[in-house]
């Protein structure tokens, strides 16, 4: 049966409109480059922890090409009962949707049989077509699922989009939010000035992806036109790949955030509002941004991989690896930001989720 955002509940809707931090989970393989499920429901168990309020499985981060591999159920299955085995509270679980429209609404179909929430679609495989076509799309998956957008960035294959195509998006009745991930400032803004021409920005939930400024979109509002009239948005939360690592210390940024802005009056001290260089610094050492990217899952997988997490940072293909200099860039990262990490946490229940 068809989802529909009124179908959800009510305790998930006011999770993600308060905000929430949600990791993009990874995928946990062995040696063999086999799907390993202990370390998978390790990582799981892990994010529930951490005080995560919600997993999105089956994206970017998890490597498109399970697809290929028969695994997109399977992983999105053991996402689903790890966590409801460790833990009851309520969690927003939202699940990737890929490629052509026959595709995106069989995998839709999967995510509700499953009991997931939502559907992250990603635009990567229509990145040719007309905007008239990706909202015919859009509208398509939409009648299966709700629905996040996601601006994908153009350096991992996610198109140009026109405000005009947020403000038509967030009109669609099933959409249920948008992961801000165009790493562009400017294109950014056009999400956020479609929401407000669309009326609903209260009813969509913007939640960043720009990784590489992480705590000004969750600090400082937006403001765009309507009928000549300033109105003022916020991101929610994040739904990042960079969060699949030190997950605990983002939550408690988040909610360092979100205290400071019902405390004082909307205002940020410069401490916080300086580390957003900091995390943005981590962030370029995680994802390779020195390579365009190259070892942006790798670089994750290996951060895991030091805290005990995974056994290694093995890819689904052999070519994805760490990128020249990255893990000489994670050493700079742990000696300079090391108190941002989460490692005394992991190292406190590590053999407790490897159980």
């Known amino acids: 049966m068809p989802l529909k955002r009124t179908d959800l509940p009510q305790d998930v809707l006011s999770l993600l409109a308060q905000g929430a931090v949600i990791p993009a989970h990874p995928l946990a393989l062995d040696a063999e480059r086999q799907f390993d499920r202990r370390r998978q429901r390790t990582l799981t168990r892990y994010y529930v922890d951490a005080g995560a309020g919600g997993l999105a499985v089956g994206v970017h981060t998890t490597q498109f090409s399970i697809r290929e591999r028969g695994l997109y159920e399977p992983v999105l299955r053991s996402a689903m009962e790890d966590r409801l ?9 939202i699940a990737g949707l890929c490629g052509g429209t026959a595709q995106a609404c069989a995998e839709a179909k999967v995510a509700v049989s499953l009991g997931y929430h939502a559907g992250l679609l990603s635009l990567a495989a229509l990145a040719s077509a007309s905007e ?3 909202i ?5 998956v939409a009648q299966e699922i709700p629905l996040f957008g996601f601006y994908l960035q153009t350096a991992v294959g996610g198109p140009v989009l026109s405000s005009d195509f947020w403000r038509r998006f967030a009109s669609i009745e099933n959409v249920l939010g948008i992961k801000v991930a165009p790493f562009n400032r400017y294109r950014s803004i056009d999400v956020v000035r479609g929401v407000v021409e669309a009326g609903a920005e209260e009813r969509v939930f913007l939640y960043t992806g720009n990784d590489d400024h992480i705590v000004l979109d969750l600090a400082l509002p937006f403001v765009a036109l309507r009928d000549g009239q300033p109105i003022s948005v916020r991101f929610r939360g994040g739904l990042l790949g960079h969060w699949a690592v ?4 983002a939550v408690a940024l988040l909610t360092q955030i979100k205290l400071e802005l019902t405390s004082h009056a909307g205002t940020l001290n410069p401490q916080l ?4 260089s900091r995390v943005t610094d981590c962030n370029a050492a995680f994802f390779d941004a020195a390579n365009n990217f190259h070892g942006c899952i790798a670089g994750c997988h290996e951060v895991l991989r030091r805290q005990g997490l995974l056994e290694g940072i093995w890819c689904l293909d052999p070519a994805e690896g760490l990128g020249p200099g990255q893990a000489a860039e994670i050493d700079r990262v742990y000696r300079t930001h090391g108190e941002l990490s989460d490692d005394a946490f992991v190292r406190e229940n590590l053999q407790r989720w490897l159980s």
């Open 85 to 93: 085995a460790w833990s009851q509270r309520p969690m927003a679980m």
């Open 132 to 134: 008239d076509e990706l």
């Open 136 to 140: 015919a799309h859009c509208e398509t």
């Open 246 to 249: 030190w997950t605990a210390s």
């Open 273 to 276: 509002l300086a580390l957003d």
